[in-house]
């Protein structure tokens, strides 16, 4: 009995402590996560004009950086009910969630479910690539037991908080929340940050501003867990989860504006690329007022030039132009402009080619 204990003993215990050996080699191979300390993420350079307001910003990565006692809770709540429900009681992974996920993608034979933490995402978005191998999960898993002996709990909420990508060139939440609501992220309602909780599970397929009815499908499945959770009430679930989604683009014009982009090609040739990424204040001369004043004028001059070419422009009035082209199904938003070439004249209509069709449009 005693060599068939010997037997069994050696056949079970050296495979394990082969495993142990190489995991404790490679635990200790990985970087050491006490570079975050002094870790200072890109953060966005922001331009003010003479009375220094904000006029717009440039960047590599749009990002400010915010502490986590500037985010409130429901947000907190929002990410980790959406994300990883046990955060606050796990050691970097969590067993249940892997146990949980195993059983659903064998059960539905497809990858359905996935159990990464909160804190194994950091790590993977900060030290890894995002290749999808057996290796990596395991860096990943033993990087994110090694964040979890160095920070806190809020500490890596924080990181996580402002490094995510939320999508539309947003990474972090006081990026994100300006981007999609116009606004601060101290200043979120409970919908709203559920929208951003939505996002970091796939920010292009949940783009609130492409996929507006997928994203309220997700926000209503968040606020679900967030009332499973705990974190809001049943009435709190109904108004929240019945509220329409309102977005609010902070500057519709960023990305496109010739003064940001003249400031940007100046600092840069000055001082160089890190400039796009230090969070630092450019104040300039511009008066926000007078160029906003400038733009409608010169929209309204580019209507006016369209018209008298014959050319189908969008008018002020959007019903307008919205009864015009809604039957031949051309794709408008208010603001803009449609630029065509007139293919032919019939009687008091034009036949406009814009983009790959054409359609008629009155003189």
Request: hydrophobic share 40%.
């Amino acid at each position: 009995m005693r060599k068939i204990g010997l037997i069994l003993a050696i056949f079970f215990g050296v495979p394990f402590l082969v495993l142990f050996v190489i995991l404790l080699v490679l635990y200790n191979s990985l970087p050491s996560p006490k570079a975050l300390k002094d870790w200072k993420p890109p953060e966005a350079t922001v331009i003010y004009d003479y009375k220094g307001r904000p006029f717009g910003d440039i960047a590599l990565q749009r990002r400010y950086y915010v502490s986590l006692d500037k985010i409130p809770t429901h947000t907190r709540y929002a990410f980790i009910a959406a994300e990883d429900k046990n955060f606050y009681k796990h050691f970097g992974v969590d067993p249940i969630a892997i146990l949980r996920a195993l059983i659903i993608n064998i059960y539905s034979k497809d990858i359905k479910q996935g159990a990464s933490t909160i804190t194994q995402q950091l790590a993977r978005n900060l030290f890894l690539t995002p290749e999808r191998t057996l290796t990596r999960k395991i860096k990943e898993a033993l990087l994110a037991i090694k964040i979890e002996r160095e920070f806190s709990k809020d500490k890596i909420l924080e990181l996580y908080l402002n490094y995510i990508y939320l999508g539309q060139g947003a990474y972090g939440v006081e990026a994100a929340s300006r981007i999609y609501f116009g606004k601060s992220v101290k200043d979120l309602t409970v919908d709203e940050s559920a929208v951003l909780a939505s996002l970091p599970k796939a920010p292009t397929k949940y783009n609130p501003f492409r996929n507006p009815q997928r994203i309220l499908e997700r926000r209503n499945y968040v606020l679900l867990r967030m009332l499973e959770d705990g974190y809001i009430t049943q009435e709190e679930y109904e108004i929240y989860s019945n509220k329409p989604l309102r977005l609010r683009l902070e500057n519709k014009y960023y990305g496109m504006d010739y003064f940001l982009d003249y400031v940007k090609d100046y600092v840069v040739e000055k001082y160089g690329e890190a400039i796009l990424a230090g969070g630092y204040a450019i104040y300039t001369t511009i008066d926000k007022d007078l160029q906003e004043h400038a733009r409608q004028v010169l929209e309204k001059g580019i209507y006016r030039v369209a018209r008298a070419n014959g050319i189908p422009a969008l008018p002020a009035d959007y019903s307008t132009a919205e009864n015009l082209y809604k039957e031949q199904k051309v794709d408008i938003k208010p603001g803009k402009v449609l630029m065509g070439k007139i293919k032919d004249v019939q009687g008091d209509e034009y036949v406009v080619e814009i983009g790959d069709k054409e359609f008629k449009a009155e003189k």
